[in-house]
């Protein structure tokens, strides 16, 4: 069944989603690689196909596919990645999984040891963006770029 596209029945919508999606790409506190690490790993928990199939064209410019492959199980393959980057991915996954979670005194503990604070804020409103991108993408079913 198609459904609608919910950015042109409600533009304004979209131009507050986009505002927030603006501030995370315009941080000057996060590597766009790492921006783009946490977008997909919380695209791929909410499963949202759009937005693991962007973040992944995204992130194939500068990292190994071996590497993007390895995402959803980064914290079995810690050598692959950087002490800030499992901090991010840790964090990513207490937040998106919020309601299981309640973001813990343990891992918000471990983030703020890798993150200064204006950066710990800026990743933590990234999470919170592509979350709220996955939850109008998956449900409206946007469209991927991939090919049989």
Not at 12 to 27: C, R, T, W
Not at 56 to 78: A, Q
Not at 124 to 148: C, D, E, W
Request: a negative charge; aromatic letters at 8%; hydrophobic letters at 45%.
């Amino acid at each position: 069944m198609a459904r609608l596209t919910w950015y042109e029945v409600a533009p304004d919508s979209a131009k507050a989603v986009g505002g927030l999606y603006h501030y995370v790409a315009k941080s000057t506190n996060l590597p766009e690689e790492l921006i783009h690490l946490v977008f997909l790993r919380a695209s791929q928990i909410n499963g949202c196909a759009h937005c693991i199939d962007k973040h992944s064209r995204d992130l194939r410019s500068t990292m190994s596919p071996d590497k993007i492959t390895l995402v959803p199980v980064w914290d079995e393959v810690p050598h692959l990645f950087s002490d800030q980057e499992r901090a991010a991915l840790a964090w990513t996954e207490e937040v998106t999984r919020l309601s299981e979670t309640h973001a813990s005194d343990e891992a918000y503990a471990a983030v703020s040891a890798v993150f200064e604070p204006k950066a710990l804020v800026d990743l933590t409103v990234a999470i919170a963006t592509i979350n709220a991108v996955n939850r109008l993408g998956a449900p409206f079913r946007l469209p991927v770029s991939a090919k049989a």
